[in-house]
């Protein structure tokens, strides 16, 4: 099927920089919506960043200014640029990618098993 590879978690101090990358492969015709969602313990999974099939973004108020979201669609992969971290933007960090796999199919929705950032300090 469709398989999401995620990297560039850990732990950097408040003030650096992460950059996330997440991979898709397996059998996948199109895409057209790829996201980043996080979530901290014990709150609710939140949309951090959205791109879709033809570079339009979104990104939440609390990250806005500060993450840049990116696709390289021959690829398959979206990353994350992650500026100015903060401590409250700890969390497990998802990948979400709507694909389809095959010409006139339907759309499904596939999730990476997550990413560990902790910003220290």
């Known amino acids: 099927q469709v398989q999401l590879v995620e990297s560039g978690g850990g732990l950097v101090q408040a003030g650096g920089s992460l950059r996330l990358s997440c991979a898709a492969s397996?059998?996948?015709?199109?895409?057209?919506?790829m996201r980043w969602y996080r979530q901290a313990p014990g709150k609710q999974r939140e949309l951090v960043a959205s791109i879709n099939s033809s570079g339009s973004t979104n990104y939440a108020a609390s990250v806005r200014g500060r993450f840049t979201i990116s696709a390289d669609n021959a690829k398959n992969t979206v990353s994350v640029q992650m500026n100015n971290l903060r401590a409250e933007d700890t969390a497990v960090y998802y990948c979400n990618v709507d694909a389809t796999r095959y010409s006139g199919g339907g759309y499904y929705d596939y999730w990476g098993q997550g990413t560990q950032v902790t910003v220290s300090s």
């Open positions: 397996g059998t996948i015709f199109a895409i057209s919506l």
